[in-house]
């Protein structure tokens, strides 16, 4: 017999960064792993050290990392942890972003902009990423912008499971902020089995993060009205969007967004607005100083960790979302 026969089998192992370590440790519990050790820390002028404190040649590694605040040095970690790997002989690297940084700027709204998003998946490739794993990204584009596969995966079936559990679809109109967001709230729509309203909006382009609001289009009065986004930031838009729904005679307005990233005065906005309850996942940390009584926060681990475990057993991520993924 020429050469040497292998046997064959697969190891999974998980790397998580330290920008959010509670779901790190929860996606590792789901799987039944232990996350591999890791020795990480800065010098004195700010650049990232890192080094795993086990063999990794031939694993099929997944590297968990959110891309939170402060947001460039998560990014910069993950992308040292992939070379890391890569250098170290792992088989695949398959990065996790619950919460793909950048993602906003996907395409050029004026000249001399970049497309930072597509920046991100460039990098990550050529750190030595094999495959890209997020939870809704901004937009579907985001996906052509990595080369190699992408696992794009969906909280809403964890979102409107809780919202259909705690609310009575019957008088419920789903409402998108936006225009932009029109597909989405669309598909929520059909889930719940809910009329759809649309709020038409203007940002100007020379101010980031304001938002004017102008008209709300669909039957809202006297109804729930469940607010759909991607991410809440500011909370500009969303708080802006629930007042034009109560001054047209709303009943109730709940929010439900994937990403609860809650820059400066989001959480002051929220709580003195008139939205009843805000659902949102854990892609994000969320510290207690920034949780408020309305605040609902389901976790994307077990979402997380069945997504991962397709990849690995070379099964289909898409039937997670029965074929629509």
Not at 55 to 76: K, Y
Not at 242 to 261: M, Q, S, Y
Request: glycine content about 8%.
């Amino acid at each position: 017999m020429n050469g040497l026969r292998a046997s064959g089998t697969k190891t999974l192992m998980l790397f998580g960064g330290r920008s959010h370590p509670e779901l790190n440790t929860e996606v590792a519990e789901r799987l039944g792993v232990d996350l591999v050790p890791m020795k990480a820390l800065e010098f004195a002028n700010g650049e990232i050290y890192v080094r795993f404190d086990e063999s990794v040649r031939g694993c099929d590694a997944f590297v968990l990392q959110s891309h939170t605040d402060p947001i460039n040095e998560w990014i910069m970690e993950q992308m040292i942890m992939v070379d890391a790997l890569k250098r170290a002989s792992a088989k695949r690297i398959t990065v996790v972003v619950p919460f793909y940084g950048y993602a906003r700027q996907d395409k050029k709204h004026q000249g001399r902009e970049p497309i930072s998003a597509r920046l991100i998946a460039d990098m990550f490739k050529t750190a030595g990423a094999n495959r890209l794993m997020a939870v809704d990204l901004h937009t579907a584009q985001i996906q052509g912008f990595f080369d190699g596969p992408v696992d794009h995966l969906w909280a809403l079936p964890l979102l409107a499971g809780y919202i259909d559990k705690h609310y009575d679809s019957g008088n419920m109109t789903v409402v998108s902020p936006d225009a932009g967001r029109v597909r989405v709230a669309d598909l929520w729509a059909d889930r719940l089995g809910t009329p759809l309203a649309i709020i038409h909006k203007r940002r100007d382009p020379n101010v980031a993060n304001q938002v004017k609001v102008h008209e709300v289009v669909g039957d809202v009065a006297g109804r729930t009205c469940l607010l759909v986004d991607d991410m809440i930031d500011t909370a500009g838009t969303i708080t802006q969007a629930a007042d034009a729904l109560i001054a047209k005679g709303a009943r109730n307005v709940v929010v439900a967004a994937t990403h609860a990233v809650l820059s400066g005065p989001a959480v002051d906005r929220l709580k003195n607005s008139g939205i009843r309850e805000l659902v949102v996942t854990n892609t994000l940390p969320i510290p207690e100083e920034r949780r408020f009584d309305s605040l609902t926060v389901l976790s994307i681990a077990p979402l997380l960790a069945r997504a991962i475990r397709e990849v690995f057993e070379d099964g289909s991520v898409t039937s997670l979302f029965n074929g629509n993924a």
